[in-house]
Every structure is written in structure tokens, then in C-alpha cells.
């Protein structure tokens, strides 16, 4: 157990007092469910910065460690320390309900005719009250919860067994059945809107049926996947889904801005989506500060599937997973990059993270190395040399012009190819500001090129 600085410790105890004053002032008047979040978000933070360092000595003990691969003298961490994030996240949107629903209990509690009288106590034990209570936004609430702890539980068994890839690709499918259940009951809405250029031959809307629904499973296998193969430099997995979260919110703030004619139709889910985001927020900014370089803990595949499916339920409950796409550009690209060696075309080793220079302290394209006993097929040699001469990778060939390394299919060594050898921590900040900018660009698109395909921006 590694004790908190004096600092750390004044610091978080003063973040502590002030978000349990917001709180207490918030469920005093009508729960203010947006103080009450922020200061709820606060608290996360707070208790996942102190809980991490405490805990992660057991954590070793118990087997969950790794050793740093791009460091000087490798020692070992502890990992899978992002359960720690997803637990405190859990306890936050319990906690959090109250303070959302304070309103709509008092609305269903109170005689409607006399608003002084409380309806009876009897009344209330027979179940009297509740078709004046909310339910299916306190259903979103609980199927949300339920997806999430079902994937946080997933994730500990894949951090637990070391379980191949081609094994637990499928495993946030199984996670995502509660939210698609509800999904069904709920909203049932499986039409698309048809861009312009389609619509003589489509009609204004296509009902997609069925595909829709693997259509969504598609979207919640994809997200926590592509977070947990963009991996392997110190912050990476947390700085990635930490920028994600902040584009979100500025989506979010798009359609909640009193600009616009209040309440917009839109509004109940985006207030959904910042629920669900800030105390995410708040605990992921923890983990970050201790899994930044030089890292003191790793996250773990847990982290990158409780990350990602948060991000696949607030697109997929809050109605907007198309716009959420365009928040993963990167991790689209570097899926799509990747493919070749995710689907064995090219052979790919167990770990594909940028390779470490010892002697020049930097990072440097990890390759896979094809020699006599597992040679490319000729064609698909052929194809890395058209890469090559296009500067998407790092090929070397022999004597005989055969294809004798290429660098690993990411993003991350991709990166390094196009600007040379870096230091761990700039790689992982040059990788963060690319992925803000066309996080940025995806928005733009969304609200203002998409009037070119579609009659109207949703926004207005
Ligand atoms: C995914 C990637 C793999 C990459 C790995 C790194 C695919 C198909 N799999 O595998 O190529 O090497 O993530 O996370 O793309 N580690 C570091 N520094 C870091 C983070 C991780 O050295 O900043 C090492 C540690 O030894 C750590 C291990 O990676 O213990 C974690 O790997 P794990 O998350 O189990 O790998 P996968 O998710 O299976
Ligand atoms: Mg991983």
C-alpha cells in the first residue's frame, strides 16, 4: 500500500468537503441533478485517486501484474487496476438516483388535487403512486447499470485468464443483451433516416428491422474492442476514452444550450448521456493520473471494456450511436488497419505495442517478422510492398525481394513510422490531440455537412 502525500491528501479532502456541501445543498431544494452529478463526479474522482495507490500492492500479490515493456528497467505494475474505476463508477450511479428521481418522487407522492397532502402511506405500499412515476427513465438507469456491470465482470475474467483474442472479441455482446432487451420494450425504433441522393429510390426512412438490433450488438462489440487494441503506451487506453467522454459532452451541450427552444425533444437523453459521462469522467481522471507516464499501474482489459460499453450505451440509449461513431475515427481506422493481423491474413505476435529503444530512451515500430517457417503468401507480400511504397508501414525484404518484416498494423506504430522515434509520453499526447481533432472534425460533419445529405440537423 503506498500512502497519499500530505498534498494529495489536503487536495482531496477539500475536493471531498466541497462536493458533500453541492450535495447536500442539492438534495435540499429539488435534487439538482446536474449539481448533484458534478459533485457526485467529484467524489469518484476523489475516492478512485486514493483507493488505487492503497489497493495496488494486493492487486500484485494476487497475480495482477505486468511488467512495463518500454521502459529501461522493466518492474512489474499492478494491473487490471481499472476495476477499482469501474466499481466506484457503479457505486456513483447508484448513488446518483436519488437525486435524479427527487423530483418525480415528490410529483408521484403528492396528492394530485392538494398538493399539501401526502398520499398515504398505504397508498404508496400498494404501488399506488407508480404510474406517476417515470419508469422507463429509471428503467435506461437500471438496464445501463446492469450492461455495465455485466461487462466489468467480463472484463475480470479476461484479465483473469488471459484469454486469446479471438475468444473474448465476442464477450461485450453478451453484456449488451440487457440494454438491447430494453431497447426492444422500450423504444422499439428500427428505422433509419435515408440521405438525400437515396431517397427516390429508398423513401424518407428504411425500416432496418432486425439489423438493427446487430446492428447495435455490432456497435457494443466494437467499441470496448477498439479501445483495447489502441493500447500499450502509458495512458493511452484512459486518454483515449477520456477524450471520447469530453466530445460527447460537447454533443451533449449542443442540444442542451439555452440557445436553443428549451426543453428540445432531444433534451431527456442527452441529460441521460451526461449523467452517465461525468462520474466516468471523474473516475477516469483518476486512473489517468496514475496510469500516465511513467506509469505506476495499468488499467487492464477490464478498463477498455467498461470504457467502451459506457460509450455504447449512452449512444445506444440516448439515440444517437451514428453520431457516436464519428467520435472513433482513429479506432475505426486503426480496426480497419489492423485487420490484416486481428483476422491472421499476417501473422500477428501477442503483443503489437511500439518497441522500446534502450539505448535512445524512445519509441520505435514494433514489427512481425515473416521468415522461412511462416512466409507470406506471395500476394499478400506484394500488397505490404504497395503499403511500404505508400509509407502506411515499414517493410524490409531480402536479397530475393521477399517480404521479410513489416511493421505491426496500428495506429500506434503507424504513427511512428510517419514521425520518427518519440518518447513514450509524446507519442501518447501527439496520438490525443489527432484523435481531439477529428473528434472535432466528426462533430462538424454531423451538425453542419450533414445538412448536404439529410433536410435537417436534428439540432434545430
Ligand atoms: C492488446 C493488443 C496488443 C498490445 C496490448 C498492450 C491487439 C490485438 N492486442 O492486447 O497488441 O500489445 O493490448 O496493452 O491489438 N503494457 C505496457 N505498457 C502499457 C500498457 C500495457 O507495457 O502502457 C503491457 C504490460 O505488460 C501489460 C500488458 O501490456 O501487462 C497488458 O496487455 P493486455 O491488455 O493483456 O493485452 P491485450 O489487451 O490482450
Ligand atoms: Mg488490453
New binding site residues.
Partial sequence: MRALSSTEVSSLSVLSIACVAVLVNAWRSDGEPLFASLAISGLAFAFSYALIPWTGDVFIRRGYK?????KKNPIELP?AMGLLSALVYLLAIVNFLPFAFKRDIAAATFAPNDKDRIIEAAEIENGRFLHRFPLEKLASYGFAYGTLATVTILGILD?SF?MR?RHKFFIPAFAALPMLGLYFVDFGVTHVVVPLPLRPYLGDLVDLGGFYYLYMAAISIFCPNCI??L???????VGQSLVIAFLLLLNDALYLSPKLHQPHPAAESHLFSVYLLLPFIGVSLALLQHNWFP?KV?V??TY?YFAGMVFAVVGILGHFSKTLLLLFIPQIFNFCY?AP??FKIVP??????PRFNARTGLMEPSVATFDEDKPLRPIVGEALKVLGKLHLMKVETDGKGRVTEAS?F?ILNLWLVWRGPLREDRLATEILVMQTLCGLAGLWIRHSLALLLFTADNRF
Fill in positions: 505486468g511488467k512495463d515493456l518500454s494491473e484479465d488471459d483474442w483495447n487494441i493500447a500499450g503506451v502509458n495512458g493511452i487506453e506509469a495499468f487492464g482489459d477498455c489492423s493481423q486481428l500477428c505476435p501477442r503483443h503489437r505495442l505491426n496500428t
